[in-house]
């Protein structure tokens, strides 16, 4: 039999001041057996981080045509694609022709950085591409079943906060 999803209901403020978007945000979020507690905070810190009214999670890990997180125009085009981990060339060329702006999100600091030693070349072509690493240790502390969270950016760096534990996040673009 196989093991389902874990289900996780966040609530969170988001007052995003390098972009003056403040909204709250009632989310569902579904946390795949095989994703650990840090990986789905990195999701949910992808979606802070691009907060907007039509931005939503997909499928994720259980699915290979999608993103964990996208934004469509009203129309169904695709705005913005956000993929976490290091994706390979084939995959990101995909979502490149796909989306008007696709964002990748890194969070194994080693990992990453030979990832991306071995991927700066190729993808300097896509010009619609940003890929950054999110520095978020001990963010895994604040999964819950049901969550209630204050997200402040400012000056590129995330705060974030429950009742219990506060953490500041950081994003480092790589070029």
């Known amino acids: ?45 992808a979606f802070m981080a691009n907060a907007h009214e039509r931005l939503s999670f ?24 956000i993929d976490l981990g290091q994706p390979d060339e084939k995959r990101i060329r995909k979502a490149c022709g796909r989306a008007r702006e696709v964002i990748i999100y890194t969070y194994h600091e080693g990992k990453a950085s030979v990832w991306w030693q071995q991927q700066r070349e190729k993808l300097a072509r896509f010009k619609n591409l940003r890929v950054l690493h ?32 506060n953490h500041v996040i950081r994003t480092e673009e790589y070029r």
């Open 1 to 45: 039999m196989a093991i389902s999803s874990t289900i996780n209901k966040v609530s969170v403020n988001i007052s995003d001041m390098d972009r003056h978007y403040y909204h709250q945000h009632e989310l569902t979020i579904a946390q795949h057996p095989s994703e650990n507690n840090f990986r789905f905070m990195v999701r949910l810190i």
């Open 58 to 81: 997909t499928k994720g890990l259980s699915t290979d045509d999608e993103p964990e997180l996208w934004q469509k125009s009203l129309t169904g085009e695709i705005e913005l694609w």
């Open 134 to 165: 999110i520095r978020a240790d001990g963010v895994d502390e604040m999964v819950k079943r049901t969550m209630a969270l204050q997200c402040s950016i400012q000056d590129g760096e995330m705060y974030l906060a429950d009742d219990d534990i």
